[in-house]
């Protein structure tokens, strides 16, 4: 059924689902409910009420058993025989419209059997009992999901518990949803008969919510017409002028995409590639996005060019045809087959120009991947259901569900009230968008767009990541508030202590509501002494960290023995760390030689080299030489002012002096620690300065003394061991050892 056929409010010409479907026009229910209940309903044969159904169904599934059908809309139409709708039509009219949507979807047949029965339990005297008796537990199992979401009210405190309740639904049964979307579709559809301010307020509920969850679950087909609908109601006037575009557009003769088409047409067949190439017409909504962005709209505008191939390796034939011979526009290409969307959607995108400047936007997938596109997990069939070979026994596992899913289900559970979750379901149904993040043994994370450390830290260890004390993305260290992108790999770095806490300040960083439900409820159990608000002002590991500045924050000690341990941290802002001992005068000079008889030799601070490394060597005043690693920016600065090299080798000894610095979290201990490990390697330390804490993270630098360079590579493996330090590197200038 139309929209314009049963919602008054929406003006006639403009049918947003027109410009989708062209191969089956929508049936009159108004009639059909009624011959439903005049017509024959013969024990054998298939009632003509629910031959559409049988139809569309047949349509993708050629082999299914119409007998459930026909059982259950018998059962459906003696149930609701004399209740009729608002609208004035029999009731049986409403079931049967939700399993039309679905079956010209490609729901499979236990989907159709317990759409026609979805209010039979609620709104009849049928039990689940007897459900189960006819269809089987499946069907009942479904049936249940959706009475349980209960009549809409719509009132403010009763629409977000209701959603709530449809997601709990979800999580078991990702088809209970389906049948949501599809019923309130058709709700949306017959809207006129109700008051504007009504209307208005189911609109926004649907736009909030529904819509976005049929993106989420890939349904296109009922979203966009959900949003068309929306936007009659919430938008008239703009719907108007969209409206009014779109008919002026139809009155010109000439079609730009129609020349288009045909021109994809001829070079694809001179390519001997089988692909069909259809014009789909965009619906309401996306034309008056494209009119907002670009202004006056073209022609081509109104439309795309769908290209339909047989195997995914044709979709790149199809697009190279296109590229080589028409002109390609390069910033319109995305690749959703290498790297799908998270709710299943897979295509190539691009666009093409002619000669005279039209522009058109073409999609590229397979027959399949369409279906998906359109239906989303609709068009998976039953997700439930074991393969022959599966030893679950029946259990349900969905491994089709999304990830996004999985995580709204966590995290409405520790909603704390509705008003919390209302609103922060809003916000994560906002996020369209989801990268993939990797973690180092190669598993994968899915958050939204613009998720930081800290979301990654809640997805991987839930309530344990109150530990947490940093990151390493792609292999350097980060703050907990680094944004991620899509292909990162995360090492999420966790501390000791059982009691380190979340701080406030991650609540600015946290961008899922897992994350931000944790956080708050943390900090609301366990406040910190002073803190008005009732939360933590600073984690567990940056206490830790300031006691790890006391146990030596500023100590410039010549031994690991004799450091001192202030009882606070200085106040003043920190300072640079000693230069390493090796490039003061009289320093020793390990053991390298120079081309310069009688000159002074001294190992540069800035990349303090060390046997083997590679070195080079300048003259400096006082008729010194100063060694540098070859790749040592200090040595490209010197080089790059004209300054002559002179040749250095390392002698025979194998004694030599290094400096090294070691990043860490801060611990209590940490130093002792850290020195004590150095101890047991026989080095010996020269020279060591820790600076203050600075988020989280505190910086140690040490001047060693090494009885072997061959020994380097153990000495920082066992720095690198002591808990807590995330890494250890070889000095490489000053200002870097600073920061």
């Not at 479907?21 to 049936?27: D, G, L, Q, V």
Request: some cysteine; proline content about 7%; aromatic content about 4%.
């Amino acid at each position: 059924m139309s929209a314009e056929a049963t919602n008054p409010a929406t003006p006639a010409p403009a049918t947003p689902g027109t410009h989708r479907r062209k191969s089956r026009a929508r049936i009159d229910l108004r009639r059909l409910g009624r011959a439903a209940l005049l017509g024959p309903a013969t024990r054998d044969r298939l009632p003509d009420a629910i031959g559409h159904v049988a139809e569309a169904h047949r349509a993708h599934h050629p082999d299914a058993d119409l007998e459930p059908l026909r059982r259950a809309y018998l059962l459906a139409e003696s149930s609701h025989r004399g209740q009729m709708r608002k609208s004035g039509e029999p009731y049986i009219t409403h079931p049967l419209a939700v399993t039309l949507i679905l079956a010209e979807l490609g729901a499979e047949t236990t989907t159709l059997t317990a759409s026609l029965l979805h209010d039979t339990v609620e709104d009849t005297d049928v039990t689940l009992d007897q459900v189960r008796e006819q269809f089987g537990e499946e069907v009942r199992y479904l049936v249940d999901g959706v009475t349980k979401l209960e009549k809409v009210d719509y009132g403010a405190a009763a629409e977000p518990e209701t959603f709530r309740k449809m997601l709990v639904a979800t999580g078991s049964d990702v088809r209970v949803m389906s049948i949501k979307l599809a019923d309130r579709l058709h709700n949306m559809r017959t809207l006129g008969v109700m008051r504007p301010e009504k209307q208005a307020r189911i609109a926004k509920v649907t736009r909030d919510v529904l819509i976005p969850l049929a993106e989420r679950l890939g349904v296109q087909a009922l979203k966009t017409e959900l949003e068309d609908l929306v936007f009659a109601i919430l938008h008239p006037e703009e719907y108007e002028h969209t409206r009014e575009l779109i008919v002026e557009s139809a009155a010109h003769g000439d079609d730009p995409l129609a020349g288009m088409a045909e021109q994809v047409r001829t070079v694809l067949r001179e390519a001997d590639i089988q692909a069909e190439v259809l014009i789909r017409p965009r619906h309401f909504v996306s034309v008056h996005r494209i009119s907002r962005k670009r202004g006056r709209l073209r022609g081509a505008d109104f439309g795309r060019l769908l290209v339909l191939v047989n195997e995914d390796a044709d979709c790149y034939g199809v697009l190279g045809e296109l590229h080589t011979c028409m002109t390609p526009v390069v910033s319109e290409f995305k690749d959703f087959i290498a790297v799908p969307k998270f709710n299943l959607y897979q295509s190539l995108h691009t666009a093409v120009a002619r000669e005279d400047g039209e522009i058109a936007e073409v999609l590229i997938r397979t027959h399949q991947m369409h279906k998906v596109a359109e239906a989303g997990v609709i068009a998976l069939g039953n997700p439930y259901a074991p393969a022959p070979d599966d030893p679950s026994d029946g259990e349900r596992v969905d491994p089709t569900r999304p990830g996004w899913l999985s995580r709204l289900l966590t995290w409405q559970e520790a909603a704390p009230d509705t008003d919390t979750f209302w609103s922060t379901l809003r916000e994560d149904l906002a996020q369209d968008r989801e990268i993939t993040v990797f973690r180092p043994d190669g598993g994968a994370l899915g958050l939204p767009e613009g998720a930081s450390c800290v979301d990654a830290a809640y997805a991987q260890y839930g309530e344990d990541a109150h530990a947490c004390i940093g990151a390493r993305v792609n292999g350097r260290l980060a703050t907990l508030g680094t944004v991620l992108q899509d292909g990162d790999t995360v090492q999420l770095l966790m501390g000791q202590d059982p009691a380190s806490e979340p701080s406030r300040e991650w609540l600015e960083h946290a961008h899922t509501p897992a994350a931000r439900i944790a956080i708050q409820r943390r900090l609301a159990v366990h406040p910190a002494p002073g803190d008005p608000s009732g939360g933590t002002s600073a984690p567990g590991a940056a206490r830790h960290g300031a006691e790890a500045a006391a146990d030596g924050a500023g100590a410039h000690t010549s031994a690991p023995d004799t450091a001192a341990r202030p009882t606070a941290p200085p106040s003043r802002p920190p300072a640079p760390p000693a230069r390493p001992m090796a490039d003061a005068p009289g320093a020793r000079a390990a053991n390298a030689v120079v081309d310069l008889p009688g000159a002074s030799v001294r190992l540069a601070g800035c990349c303090t080299p060390v046997p083997p490394d590679e070195v080079t060597g300048f003259a400096v005043r006082g008729g010194a030489v100063t060694v540098h690693r070859v790749e040592c920016a200090g040595a490209a600065r010197m080089k790059s002012t004209g300054r002559p090299e002179i040749g250095v080798r390392w002698g025979d000894t194998t004694d030599c002096r290094v400096t090294l610095v070691a990043e860490s979290f801060g611990r209590p201990h940490l130093l002792a620690d850290l020195t004590e490990a150095i101890a047991l390697e026989g080095v010996a330390i020269v020279s060591a300065t820790v600076e203050p804490p600075s988020q989280q993270r505190v910086r140690h630098t040490y001047t060693l003394q090494l009885p072997d360079a061959a020994h380097l590579p153990a000495l920082m493996r066992a720095m690198r061991n002591v808990p807590g330090v995330y890494d250890v590197s070889r000095a490489h200038n000053a200002a870097a050892a600073a920061r």
